[in-house]
């Protein structure tokens, strides 16, 4: 697995009551990027014949991030991109233009479709048959060379890091309101994680570039993106042992499940 570095760090020398101390901050720099998965493209995948398999390993992708990665649906309630879907769609029914009608199909196809395929990659039989349906492929064109490697390389992710989520290096204080340190202001000045890597309905058409232009307005008033970051201090004691080497290697997987699923 090719692992792409896209960290930056930062020391600080530090002085307590009792000691002076290094403490190193190595960050992974999203680069603003929004990392929204399509799942309408899926689907049409699924409706070719030719491509049964390739859709199959895909599906193990997207089953992957769903169960093991915790990357939020756009179906789910408490999701970040089902309120904007939710919020577009109100709007249109209160400011109804000559695009409403392709806005309100646009909704409709995004609703069914992300029902249907959410069930689909909630199917624990994509996880517990990734490696047969790895070694059972026939990749015939690039297309499928491409599934074939992203799925070799997701699955040997998930070997080497069975249980981790895209929120293991998050401060987690700031998010529970139960730590002393909950900022309540949080989520309001904060891209959080949950705002930018999600799956959504499509990368394509109206109801996507309105969803596309909401979210960037939104993030405008934001002061902070919340990334995956570890800390180590040398002060004489035991050096953790924390690192940045899954997120190295997921965000990279995820931009290339969208590049196959754009192509679609």
Same mark, same amino acid.
Request: charged content about 30%; overall charge negative.
């Given at each position: ?75 789910? +309630? ?30 409709? +196809? ?14 624990? +039989? ?104 570890? +800390? ?33």
């Amino acid at each position: 697995m090719k692992i792409k570095v896209k960290n930056w760090e930062k020391n600080r020398l530090i002085q307590d009551k009792k000691k002076t101390y290094l403490l190193s901050e190595e960050r992974y720099n999203t680069g603003a990027t929004l990392y929204y998965i399509p799942i309408i493209p899926l689907y049409r995948l699924s409706k070719n014949p030719n491509y049964k398999k390739a859709t199959q390993l895909l599906q193990s992708v997207c089953s992957y991030l769903y169960h093991i990665a915790d990357v939020p649906y756009y179906r789910q +309630q408490e999701s970040y991109l089902c309120w904007m879907y939710e919020m577009i769609s109100e709007w249109l029914i209160d400011y109804e233009t000559e695009d409403t009608p392709e806005y309100l199909c646009e909704i409709k +196809q995004s609703e069914w479709i992300g029902d249907y395929m959410e069930q689909k990659i909630f199917n624990h +039989q994509n996880l517990i048959r990734f490696k047969e349906r790895i070694n059972r492929f026939e990749n015939r064109d690039s297309f499928e060379t491409d599934c074939l490697l992203l799925a070799c390389d997701t699955l040997a992710l998930y070997e080497m890091f069975p249980d981790a989520t895209i929120y293991r290096n998050i401060r987690q204080d700031k998010r529970n309101t139960d730590s002393d340190d909950y900022d309540e202001d949080y989520h309001e000045r904060t891209i959080t994680m949950e705002k930018y890597v999600s799956f959504c309905a499509d990368d394509k058409g109206i109801l996507f570039q309105t969803l596309f232009d909401s979210v960037n307005a939104e993030f405008q008033e934001c002061t902070e993106i919340e990334e995956p970051s570890t +800390q180590k201090r040398f002060d004489g004691t035991n050096v953790s042992n924390n690192n940045l080497d899954f997120e190295n290697c997921i965000f990279p997987l995820i931009e290339r499940l969208i590049d196959i699923l754009n192509n679609i």
